[in-house]
Structures are given as C-alpha cells and as structure tokens.
C-alpha cells in the first residue's frame, strides 16, 4: 500500500521520533493515546492519515502540544488559520467532539472563500468605482 500522498510526508517520522525520544514502545504510546497499535504503526509509516481527535491524543500521550502537532500534520498551514486552529485546539472547555466540528466548520468556511473569486481584500464596491 503506498503512502497517502496528501499527507505530509513527516508526520509518521515526527511521531516515531518523539516516542523513541521519550523512549516508550510503539504499543505504550498505542496505549496511551487510546489508538491500536496497529494503527499507530501505520500512521509511524506514512499509510494511515490520522484525524485532528488521533493527533491530540498521540500529542497529549508524547506531551506534546497539540498545535505543534497539527502543524506537524498539515492542519495549521496560514498565520490566520493557524490562531484560529489553535485556539480552537488548546481550549480546555471544548470536548474533543465539540473542536473537531469547529475544526471542520472553520474549514469548510475557508474553503468556500477560496473558491469565491473576488479576493477578501477587496472591497467590491470601491473597485466598481474605479
């Protein structure tokens, strides 16, 4: 199976590393963030995409930030994402539930702008008047 090529490609790598850095085995780190060992396995070698909820639990069983490692993943990537994602992420009145449909709202928002073709920036009315 080859490796999920929207993935970025160091995400398993980063995880394998922390947890050999903090010199647990792959079935303690599986334990400890709730995830199969199995599963986990296939994260480490780039074949399993792990979601927002997998990554904070992998984060807090490394202790990790969470933020840390969503940038790791890809899921932070703009100045403005990454606050907004981040907030969303470390706030400790939010279940994993509720900052998951956050997550995926707050993204599905900007995923509707980017395919709106007039830019944020520009004021539609100012540019007629031109």
Do not use: C, H, W
Request: avoid cysteine; charge should be negative; hydrophobic fraction near 35%.
């Amino acid at each position: 199976m080859a490796a999920n090529k929207d993935l970025p490609e160091d995400i398993g790598t980063f995880i394998r590393d922390l947890r050999q850095t903090a010199k647990i085995s792959l079935r303690q780190l599986a334990d400890k963030a709730g995830v199969s060992n199995p599963y986990l396995s296939q994260i480490e070698r780039g074949l399993r995409k792990p979601s927002a909820e997998v990554l904070q639990q992998i984060a807090s069983a490394l202790r990790v930030s969470t933020p840390a490692m969503y940038l790791r993943a890809g899921l932070l990537d703009g100045e403005g994402q990454q606050g907004v994602l981040a907030a969303i992420a470390v706030d400790p009145e939010l279940t994993i539930a509720q900052k998951q449909s956050l997550s995926q709202i707050y993204e599905t928002f900007r995923n509707e702008n980017a395919r709106n073709e007039t830019p944020l920036s520009e004021d539609p009315i100012t540019e007629e008047s031109k």
